[in-house]
Nanobody, 126 residues
């Protein structure tokens, strides 16, 4: 099995920044993706950003492109989401996820994601 441990999150004002971290442990894969989804109250869980191993290919949803950046640490098997210029609509529980689907494509559909973290709250006040 895979364990995903998230850290970061919190309460900030609009325009400020936050960073989320997620480290994976347990079963390892040669080709996989790690990324972030978010779920706001009353809404469905939605894709935010992800990165693939080993290619490093990234994908960010249009809503966060230009504000959020994604990076990875191969040695720590970790992924980092730097969130800048945060907006109130970014408020949600952010979930780290891992997809073991063997591909160089990053799927936004939840069905392709196999393991999930416990979630961390991000609140952006106006």
């Amino acid at each position: 099995q895979v364990q995903l441990v998230e850290s970061g999150g919190g309460l900030v004002q609009a325009g400020e920044s936050l960073s989320l971290s997620c480290a994976a442990s347990g079963r390892t894969f040669v080709n996989y993706a790690m990324g972030w989804f978010r779920q706001a109250p009353g809404k469905e869980r939605e894709f935010v950003a992800a990165i693939r191993w080993p290619s490093g290919r990234t994908r960010l949803t249009n809503n966060v492109s230009g504000r959020f950046t994604l990076s990875k640490d191969n040695a720590k098997n970790a992924v980092y989401l730097q969130m800048n210029s945060l907006k109130p609509e970014d408020t949600a529980v952010y979930y780290c996820a891992l997809s073991k689907t063997f591909s160089d494509y990053i799927y936004e559909t939840i069905d392709y994601w196999d393991y999930w973290g416990q979630g961390t709250q991000v609140t952006v006040s106006s």
